[in-house]
């Protein structure tokens, strides 16, 4: 079992750019979550899906979109990229609401 | 809405010493995890509590859950260089958990 994996691992964009975090997970989680993290604070919750078909908005949800088409895959969106944006990305999943996240090892994002 | 805060937010300690962490939330939790995340990792899970009281120990770490079920601790016995990395402490709320802001710990050798 790969676990949860994400790609990119590093991005640099240029301010109004638009790009796509992709986090996958092999093991039929049904709850899958997005973080950012960043320098010297902790995890705040951007978007979460409770299942296939389904997302809902986290703690800082602006700026972002996600989409869960698949129920192994949870997308994250920025449309037009802000230097605000500069921060490590963590994908997460699990079985249920209140079981063990398991993390993907990070997406860093530069946004120039 | 929900808070989860730590103290104290950076720790350094001789190796050898020992290493407290404490979690405290703005309402009653129906269980808390603790994860550690090391420099340049992501976060791994590391116990949940879920019960009154209730105190788990791993090796050298010690988790109590509070009587009240709002606060929780993270106890290291004689730190070594393998526990440097941010512990934090998250709670439930809603299909998700809030992660406390983390508490850096670095051991001098």
């Known amino acids: 079992n790969a676990g949860v994996t994400q790609t990119p691992k590093f991005r640099v964009l240029k301010t109004g750019q638009s790009m796509t975090l992709l986090c996958a997970q092999d093991?039929?989680?049904?709850?899958m979550y997005w973080y950012r993290q960043d320098p010297g604070m902790g995890l705040r919750l951007i978007h979460y899906?409770?299942?296939?078909?389904?997302?809902a908005k986290g703690e800082v949800p602006d700026g972002y979109n996600v989409s869960r088409l698949k129920k192994q895959n949870f997308l994250l969106g920025l449309e037009s990229a802000a230097p605000s944006q500069t921060s490590v990305y963590f994908c997460a999943s699990g079985l249920a609401g209140a079981d063990t996240q398991y993390f993907g090892p990070g997406t860093r994002l530069t946004v120039l | 809405g929900q808070q989860v805060m730590q103290i104290p937010q950076y720790q350094h300690v001789q190796e050898g010493e020992d290493f407290t962490t404490y979690c405290n939330s703005s309402?009653?939790?129906?269980?808390i995890q603790w994860y550690k995340q090391r420099p340049g990792g992501h976060p791994v899970f590391l116990i949940q509590l879920v019960k009154s009281g209730e105190v788990k120990k791993q090796k050298r770490l010690t988790f109590q859950f509070g009587e009240a079920k709002k606060n929780s601790s993270l106890h290291i016995t004689a730190t070594q260089t393998t526990d440097v990395g941010t512990y934090f402490c998250a709670g439930p709320w809603t299909y998700k958990y809030i992660f406390g802001t983390g508490t850096r710990l670095k051991v001098l050798a």
């Open positions: 309402t009653t939790l129906s269980n």
């Open positions: 093991m039929n989680h049904e709850y």
């Open positions: 899906s409770v299942g296939e078909g389904t997302t």
